[in-house]
């Protein structure tokens, strides 16, 4: 169910990713036409006036000469020279605005050629004048110079009219373009707060279905605890050659040994006592009772050494198991740990060279590696980067199982073994199996400093265990010893890299878990006796199971999508794929007889059923169908009718 909801939520991200991407798409679009439509209708405003400025100078050219030849004083001239000097120049630039309109661009050559004759004609007036004074006739230049000016202004007339059809044609573009725009980002932005709004409810019930799982895990598992936990003290059962038939919780953490480790083992292997004054071995008094039948009380002074080292003064006594007959059948052997309430451990913090430390375990957990390669590679950063003396991952497979080490890694004055079954007790910390589980059924970080010197075989030693969480529950413990404590900046950050493991380790067994129903469900279809397959929502097929191969003689890449098709009888066909779509539709299961060709090239008819399978919203996830041949019972349904 959790896969599922991360599907969704990965498409629905996915989906937003590529609306995201449309309304980029969408948004430059607009920018362009907007800017296009401005520059257009920039370039209409710059052909007006450019084409008033190349009049003006004509007419000021004009009005030069025609003073001049009234006056003939020379200062008439510089609206003409002016006007010479700048003719070509105004017109090339009026040239290039308009290089992009054809009509524009004649017109304006047209100009061209009638600036040339104005200005020829008003130099040849002006040449007369200062040949000929005073006394000479003007009217013809003049009037040819009129001539020429009224010309030129009819082509700025139509120069002028066209860039105003044209203008006013280009503002309605861009204000229907910036209209557009407008709208367009409106509606994105609609769109985009219900999809975020999509997300956020489909977020929230993953997370809903999320927690339904862990606390239905978790009801479980307290009420198995509270049931294992009732009973205080710790018992052990054995048989009548003192071999272990039974371990309570209790007495599974003091020992260290799980009762299915432990049943079977001899009493002594499990269950070591020493002198707590001489460290000396006590007898057990389970041997005392099975030899003699009686209750027999501990020494003063013992102490239970456990699997891994941890040691505990107990107290109490072993009795002889009778059956109804008073036959003695075994002993049971009850104690409890006298120091629990003396001892208190002191909690210190470490912290070092984290940064290289997170970025290690994220580059880690990132790899395709098998899940004991990347415990490792992190075992080895929290060595390298913490200075530790060693580092050791323990990993539960299930909720109710036992605690196993799964990786292992020492700095460079150790020699971690490769394969974690065979890391030796001086290669990592001998830290009792119960403390560990402790940590785990506790959920909390803990932190020792000096205890475990002696095991370790260093004058201090300081050790931290850190669970590995996932949804309030332990799926593991992360452990570290050193020579010095960690900071307090330390041990925050290993809390966050342990969430990181944690994550990393049920994603990895998620994915496993998958991979085994799967392969479970497709042995189990392919067990049956009937033709099986398996169909997506829109008909596309893409199993079957290997009876299916066997009777048609196909393969899956011949098979895949509808090529099921060439094994059915061509005149059943279409009325056999008409009912399917129609179920596929209604949503309703299907069921037909039809003929299906065998190998040998044979048709036989089969009973052939569909069923939907469904998520817990109803929608359908996919359809399972088989093929029941019934041939015979039809050939005999056949021959009885025919006796009748």
């Not at 219900?194 to 479980?220: C, K, P």
């Amino acid at each position: 169910m959790r896969r599922r909801w991360d599907y969704i939520i990965i498409a629905s991200i996915g989906l937003m990713a590529a609306v995201l991407a449309v309304d980029g798409a969408i948004a430059l679009s607009n920018l362009r036409q907007l800017n296009e439509h401005a520059r257009l209708v920039a370039e209409t405003h710059e052909v007006r006036e450019l084409t008033a400025d190349v009049l003006q100078s004509l007419l000021d050219a004009e009005t030069g000469q025609r003073g001049f030849i009234l006056t003939g004083r020379e200062e008439y001239l510089e609206p003409y020279a002016a006007a010479l000097a700048q003719a070509d120049e105004k017109i090339a630039r009026l040239k290039e605005a308009t290089r992009g309109n054809p009509l524009q661009q004649a017109r304006v050559d047209v100009l061209e050629q009638s600036s040339r004759k104005l200005l020829e004609t008003l130099r040849d007036g002006i040449e007369h004048r200062v040949t000929d004074g005073e006394q000479g006739s003007y009217e013809d230049a003049v009037d040819q110079a009129k001539q020429h000016m009224d010309a030129i202004r009819a082509l700025e007339f139509e120069i002028r009219r066209e860039e105003t059809e044209l203008l006013s044609q280009r503002q309605v573009k861009a204000s229907r373009a910036y209209d557009s725009a407008r709208w367009s980002i409106i509606g994105r932005l609609i769109f985009g707060l219900a999809a975020v709004a999509g997300l956020a409810m489909v977020v929230q019930r993953g997370i809903h279905s999320r927690e339904q799982a862990a606390n239905a895990i978790f009801q479980e598992r307290e009420r198995l605890r509270v049931t294992m936990s009732s009973i205080a003290d710790a018992v052990i059962a054995t048989d009548m050659e003192g071999r272990v038939t039974l371990l309570n919780s209790v007495a599974e953490t003091m020992t260290g040994w799980k009762s299915d480790e432990a049943r079977g083992r001899s009493l002594d292997e499990v269950f070591t006592i020493v002198s707590e004054d001489d460290e000396r071995p006590v007898e057990s008094p389970v041997s005392k009772s099975l030899r003699e039948g009686v209750i027999v009380g501990l020494a003063n002074h013992t102490i239970l050494i456990g699997r891994n080292g941890m040691r505990y003064p107990i107290e109490d006594s072993a009795a002889p198991i009778r059956d109804v007959h008073g036959g003695m059948i075994g002993t049971v052997l009850v104690f409890h740990d006298v120091t629990a309430q003396r001892e208190k451990q002191r909690v210190q913090a470490e912290r070092a060279r984290l940064t290289n430390l997170r970025a290690d375990v994220g580059l880690a957990v990132a790899r395709t590696d098998e899940l004991g390669v990347v415990l490792s590679s992190c075992c080895e950063s929290v060595v390298r980067n913490l200075r530790a003396s060693t580092t050791c991952v323990w990993l539960r497979e299930t909720p109710n199982a036992e605690l196993r080490l799964a990786a292992c890694a020492a700095d460079d004055d150790r020699e971690a073994s490769d394969e974690v079954a065979g890391i030796e007790p001086q290669y990592h910390p001998r830290v009792q199996t119960s403390l560990i589980e402790r940590i785990a059924e506790a959920g909390d970080a803990y932190f020792g400093h000096g205890e475990l010197a002696a095991e370790v075989g260093e004058p201090a030693c300081s050790f931290a265990g850190f669970p590995l969480m996932v949804e309030g529950r332990a799926v593991g413990v992360l452990a570290v010893t050193a020579s010095q404590p960690l900071s307090e900046a330390a041990s925050a950050d290993m809390a966050m890299v342990c969430e990181t493991l944690a994550q990393c380790i049920e994603r990895r067994r998620a994915e496993l878990q998958r991979q085994r129903i799967d392969a479970r469900f497709k042995t189990l279809a392919n067990s049956i006796p009937q033709l099986a397959w398996m169909v997506r929502p829109d008909g596309d097929v893409f199993w079957y199971n290997q009876r299916w191969y066997d009777y048609t003689g196909t393969t899956l890449d011949e098979m895949r999508g509808w090529g099921w098709q060439a094994v059915h009888d061509p005149r059943e066909l279409p009325r056999v794929v008409e009912k399917l779509k129609r179920s596929f539709e209604s949503g309703e299961p299907w069921e037909d007889i039809f003929p299906l060709r065998r190998h040998d090239g044979q048709f036989r008819w089969h009973l052939s059923r569909m069923m939907p399978l469904r998520d817990e919203s109803g929608n359908i996830v996919m359809w399972f169908g088989t093929n029941t041949d019934v041939t015979e019972q039809r050939e005999a349904e056949a021959a009885l009718r025919e006796s009748e």
